[in-house]
């Protein structure tokens, strides 16, 4: 049941005089959309007597293309990034899955050599799947490893390479070089077409910080937002999306292989909104 269900036939009937603001302001923060947009919300639907709970919050969201952008010529190049535990491993599996399912042949590689048991989880889903798994030694070189992937990629006429990578390192910084570097090498070979941060969006305002810090260290071209399942806190996508001024692409909605779905803002707006 959404939080904000209460409030959403309030507005459609235009009777601004029977909203408790305040009400409706803690009701948004406690649905995670965050105090910032909660009262900015808030503020327009007081001023703006025609509008509707369900319209302000689908104004929030970004017009841009959702659907993943493919390289002039395959393969389709696919870095996944984010921080450790995020769900960057399960949705490289479940992406490549569809992708297969479509019907397009898939490579995916295991560029987090940090954790060997990264490289066999990743190993063990493309198996299931049916697609390559290119991966290297533990504390192998992971821009190399992401270079053999590509490589082999292009040598097998693949369409889409989908390169896992780690999410945690000594620092900061050294992660977000890390990162650079794969981009760089990798694209002696071919350009990345897109670069997919992971949020755990179960974290709520958490996840949006994070997501700030990896935006402002790498290009990020896309949002894939994980753990939706069994998460209350609706209105994290719409914050993390409004904030970052990056598209969520795809979210995840469970462990299993299928658990993944194209963000939809319609229906994600009449989720949020409980209609
Ligand atoms: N419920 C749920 N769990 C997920 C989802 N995506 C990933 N997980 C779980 O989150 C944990 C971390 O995932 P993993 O892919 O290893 O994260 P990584 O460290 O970023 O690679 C695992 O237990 C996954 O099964 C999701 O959409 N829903
Ligand atoms: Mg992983």
Known sequence: MSL?????SLFTREDRASVDWQDLEATLIASDIGPTLAKKISDRLHDEKKLTLEVALGELLISADRSLVSAESPPTVILVVGVNGSGKTTSVGKLAARLHAQGASVVVVAADTFRAAAREQL???ATRIGVTCVGGKDGADPAAVAFDGVSQAVD???DYVII???GRLQTKEGL???LGKIRRVVEKKAPVSEVL?????STGQNALSQGASFTSAVQVTGLVLTKLDGSSK???AL???ATLGIPIKLIGTGEGLSDIAPFEPDSYIAALVGR
């Open 4 to 8: 904000l269900s209460r409030f959403t």
């Open 123 to 125: 190993q063990t889903w």
């Open 156 to 158: 097998q006429g693949a």
């Open 164 to 166: 896992d990578t780690a």
């Open 176 to 178: 977000m070089d890390q």
């Open 197 to 201: 941060l992971v949020l755990d969006g």
């Open 234 to 236: 609706g209105g994290a």
């Open 239 to 241: 914050a993390i999306e």
